[in-house]
């Protein structure tokens, strides 16, 4: 049984003052408060961790917004705090929910499956917007426009910062691996309303794409070195990696209703199918690292 990501989306329609943008994105709190973000992908999936669904802002409530509690997380088995590297986590919600127009899962990219260098992309979150600066009240969603960057572009990057820095002795762990993937802006920042900022704190977060009028999520938010800096791109998991080990943890559960995994080379279908189900959540819950 597959869940269907049925949301179509198109330019007009991602906007950070519009509710409906981004109904799979996911604020997680502990106990009380948001510290990293999350996406909705599947079925029902303890901890002080709470899962709020629908939300919009983080100081006020939205009557739509739904709270869960976590029954379980899934770490990969073969994460390294160290390295970043597969910087990916399932959590299993404690009770099914129900989609709405506030609430809807996200189609991940599929196995040998990626967006190109350049593709523009979307990032979402409630991070910082700036260095040492907070998202004004209320705490509204944000969204920033980014662009894929090629690995090779992006080591080299890496390489560069740190021997500048003095840091690449010390830090020669960081590499971009190949289960990671790369994006920012040109000359530095993220577009966001028409500024250069950035959003920090948002691991676990979502970036998108669109492919065939619908949102595919690609990457993960994972890392970084500094807040929009023109000389390094924002390091996330990349999701083609792991669809295998997505799947094989989901079948685990007696549900087993899986997410829709998304080939970018296939050929768009021609009618976009609707259906009712119960979602849960991928996300990675280590917070973003700034050197």
């Not at 981004?22 to 599947?42: A, D, K, Q, R």
């Not at 002080?48 to 990969?76: A, F, P, W």
């Not at 791109?233 to 989901?250: E, F, L, R």
Request: proline share 6%.
């Amino acid at each position: 049984m597959w869940s269907l990501c049925n949301i179509s989306v198109s330019e007009q329609s991602l906007s950070y003052s519009h509710s409906l943008a981004w109904p799979w994105m996911v604020s997680l709190h502990n106990p009380t408060c948001n510290f990293c973000g999350g996406s909705l992908i599947s079925t029902e999936w303890e901890a002080s961790i709470r899962v709020y669904l629908g939300k919009l802002t983080q100081r006020e409530t939205n009557k739509k917004e739904v709270m869960i509690n976590v029954q379980k997380i899934y770490t990969h088995h073969l994460y390294n705090a160290t390295t970043r590297d597969n910087d990916i986590a399932l959590l299993h919600l404690s009770s099914p929910v129900r989609p709405n127009d506030y609430i809807s899962p996200v189609c991940l990219v599929a196995q040998n499956s990626d967006f190109p260098p350049s593709t523009p992309s979307w990032i979402i979150g409630w991070g910082k917007i700036a260095d040492e600066e907070n998202v004004p009240y209320p705490g509204t969603l944000q969204e920033a426009k980014v662009f894929v960057v090629d690995k090779n572009q992006c080591q080299n990057q890496l390489i560069k910062l740190l021997k500048k820095q003095n840091m690449l002795t010390t830090h020669a762990h960081l590499q971009i691996t190949n289960n990671m993937i790369c994006a920012g802006v040109p000359g530095g920042g993220v577009t966001k309303k028409h500024n250069l900022s950035c959003l920090q704190g948002d691991s676990g977060g979502p970036i998108m794409s669109q492919h065939c009028s619908k949102c595919v999520q690609f990457g993960i938010t994972s890392w970084g070195i500094g807040c929009g800096r023109p000389d390094m791109s924002g390091v996330y998991t990349s999701v083609s990696q792991y669809q295998q080990w997505i799947t094989d943890t989901i079948k685990k559960h007696p549900s087993q209703d899986l997410p829709q995994f998304v080939t970018l080379s296939l050929p768009c279908p021609s009618k976009i199918l609707s259906h009712t189900h119960t979602y849960s959540v991928i996300n990675i819950y280590a917070s973003l690292t700034l050197l």
